[in-house]
């Protein structure tokens, strides 16, 4: 595993989104550039950007139409290359996002795949042996009747996202159109994956975080076949990019750390109860204290057990595919639930704005397949000028609507205020980076996480240093049986700890790293 995931803090880019610098109303490279500095200030020093490659944006950049061409809205490629550089120089990595799974219906393999005559790219996806037969194997049915081609082809979530071919972990011998992940067209698919990556890892790339990666073989429930693909890549990359880090939105950490990923994502679907915590009726973090994290903490005990420590197990505020954090989370709650994600094991992931508590922009029309999740994509809160500092263009020209609040949070704000967000924040990272037992590779034991109860403690170490860490979410104080007795603090939110006859005492809406 690369030794800077040791102590990697992402920050989670949506570049339609983040900065415009040429007046279209899109984000682009160029305004990444620009902001990597405050991005650094924060405390990150990795970056995860959402799709950039060549796409009729059907689906976000999700639909690649060109996976070695980034779009022209963006940039070019040698803006790209120099968005590398200029993170590098600053101690930033950087992981673009790749789409194994699926393409757009104008990516030349695809328009290739339709012809009726055999050629190179026949087998590219997976198409059934006659126009009548549906595949009724991926996540969004099939098209039929839209080429020569005698055959239905199957999608992923949308119509226009052919799926790619990787085989059938159990071909099914009376439809022979199943092929085994040995044969031609599977084996052509994980090449021209493996060319991709080699193509961009060339030019500066750190690595990839994997749309959908345990989606790639099917009939293949265990996703032993799927296991076998990504196996087969991590030895190419272990070959030619031994240092390329590797992340899986997989949510399933025991298959995908065997696969050969370094990270896994505990995702809102799943088992890892990670809706409890802050997308619920009632959240975990909610002052109200009405939520439960036992079922999380029981999940998570169950993978430490099963990964054995072969990779990380990553939290994250938010992503394109979620709610906002302050969706459900309020105020303080935000600072306490940020003192959770960023004293938890693993490389978390900071979705742009949330930092400074940007909010769910209710009631907006999808943008590029957006629908529910276009309000956790609207523009970045800069400051107080047009747009918020996003763009100068028109409001009717940008990507997605802003927040019409006149009180809409800011980065400027935030950072002028001593007792922000944006500054506990930036204090916990600070915190984190400080303690090697707070990192990514800290063990970490959980002391009390107690059904329907409040609060929730665990101790994390690594090498001589151990940290109790006590989170309080309700807004009333309470107290539980601990063994250990905190000592020296090293962070408060609120005011600290009391122990006393192996009980602790904390505080309403309160959090605490204590050394033991």
């Known amino acids: 595993m690369s030794k800077w995931l040791d102590d990697a803090i992402f920050y989670e880019i949506y570049p339609q989104s983040f900065k415009d610098t040429n007046g279209d109303g899109i984000g682009d490279f160029q305004g990444i550039i620009e902001k990597l500095d405050y991005i650094r200030e924060l405390g990150c020093n990795a970056l995860w950007i959402n799709p950039c490659f060549l796409s ?3 689906d976000a950049g999700y639909d690649v139409a060109d996976y070695c061409r980034v779009a022209p809205r963006y940039g070019t490629n040698e803006d790209l290359k120099q968005l590398f550089e200029e993170a590098h120089k600053k101690g930033i990595h950087v992981l673009l996002d790749l789409v194994p799974g699926h393409t757009s219906i104008e990516h030349p393999w695809f328009i290739e795949s339709m012809k009726a005559d055999k050629n190179p790219y026949t087998d590219r996806y997976i198409w059934t042996d006659k126009v009548w ?26 119509s226009n996202q052919p799926a790619l071919n990787y085989g ?41 975080r994997v749309d959908m990666a345990e989606s790639l073989v099917k009939n293949d429930p265990e996703k032993k076949g799927t296991i076998r693909v990504w196996k ?42 990670s809706n409890d915590l802050f997308r619920c009726k009632e959240p975990y973090f909610s002052s109200r204290a009405k939520g439960n994290i036992y079922d999380f903490v029981e999940s998570y005990k169950e993978n430490c057990e099963k990964t054995a420590g072969k990779g990380l197990m990553c939290m994250f505020s938010g992503n394109h595919d979620v709610d906002r954090l302050a969706r459900h989370l309020h105020g303080d709650e935000l600072k306490v639930a940020f003192a959770f994600i960023l004293s938890m094991p693993g490389a978390p992931f ?54 019409p609040d006149k009180d809409r949070p800011t980065a400027k704000k935030e950072m002028a205020a001593p007792d922000s967000l944006y500054h506990e924040v930036k204090k916990l990272i600070r915190i984190r980076q400080s303690h090697k037992a707070l990192q990514s590779r800290g063990k970490i034991t959980f002391v009390y996480a107690e059904k329907n109860a409040y609060p929730l403690a665990y101790i994390r170490e690594a090498g001589d240093e151990k940290i109790l860490v006590i989170i309080n979410a309700a807004a009333e104080a309470k107290t539980f049986a601990c063994d250990a007795e905190p000592k020296e603090a090293i962070y408060n939110f609120g005011a600290a700890a009391e122990a006393k006859n192996g009980k602790i005492t904390v505080p309403a809406q309160s959090a605490g790293f204590y050394r033991i």
Request: proline share 6%; with cysteine.
């Open 168 to 208: 059938f972990y159990q071909p099914d011998p009376e439809k022979p159109w199943q092929q085994s992940i040995d044969d031609e067209g599977p084996q052509a698919t994980i090449a021209a994956m493996e060319d991709v990556m080699r193509f961009w890892l060339g030019m500066g790339c750190d690595g990839f």
């Open 56 to 58: 009729p944006f059907g």
């Open 232 to 273: 087969q890549i991590r030895e190419f990359l272990d070959k030619e990019f031994p240092d390329a880090a590797m992340v899986s939105e997989w949510g399933d950490p025991q298959r995908s750390l065997e696969g050969g990923f370094h990270m896994d994502f505990l995702l809102e679907f799943g088992t890892s109860h």
């Open 350 to 403: 900071i979705y742009y704005g949330d930092e400074i508590g940007m909010r769910y922009v209710e009631g907006l029309k999808s943008v590029e397949g957006g629908y529910n999740r276009t309000g956790s994509r609207s523009p970045m809160q800069w400051d107080d000028s047009t747009n918020a500092g996003f763009s100068s263009a028109p409001a009717s020209d940008l990507y997605i609507a802003m927040d």
């Open 133 to 158: 037969e549906s595949p009724e194997v991926s996540f969004g049915g099939s098209l039929r009747g839209i080429s020569e081609r005698d055959g239905a082809v199957a999608v992923n979530f949308f």
